[in-house]
């Protein structure tokens, strides 16, 4: 990092040290993309934490859902939430509906 500062705050490179920034960059993002994923939560993962912060259970969630089987199989991870049920989990959790669909 403290090479790629220095490079950047010359005001001309050699065609060398033009290489050697634009490698450097690319190393550290790839480091960056393996060690630090950022948004990685999926809508799964976003309603376990809203369910984990209330203190709620997979049963608090049928009335929205529409069944026990759609709260379990959402929560495992092998039905993806629909926009209706997205809608009325934003109404219920006070959030943007969009937290709970894949984009």
């Known amino acids: ?5 220095e490079l950047l705050s010359r005001k001309k490179l050699t065609p060398e040290e033009d290489a050697l920034l634009e490698l450097l960059v690319k190393l550290i993002e790839d ?3 393996k060690h630090y994923q950022l948004n990685t939560s999926t809508p ?7 369910m984990d912060d209330r203190s709620l259970e997979p ?6 859902m529409g069944s026990s089987e759609a709260v ?5 991870g092998r039905l993806e ?8 989990l934003g109404k219920f959790f006070h959030v943007d509906p969009g937290l709970f669909l894949f984009n």
């Not at 799964?44 to 809203?50: D, E, F, K, M």
């Not at 379990?72 to 495992?76: P, R």
């Open 31 to 33: 480091f960056e993309d």
């Open 1 to 5: 990092m403290e090479i790629v500062e």
């Open 72 to 76: 379990v199989e959402v929560i495992n």
């Open 59 to 64: 049963e608090d969630l049928v009335e929205i």
């Open 81 to 88: 939430i629909s926009k209706k049920q997205a809608e009325a």
């Open 44 to 50: 799964q993962s976003r309603l376990l934490h809203l």
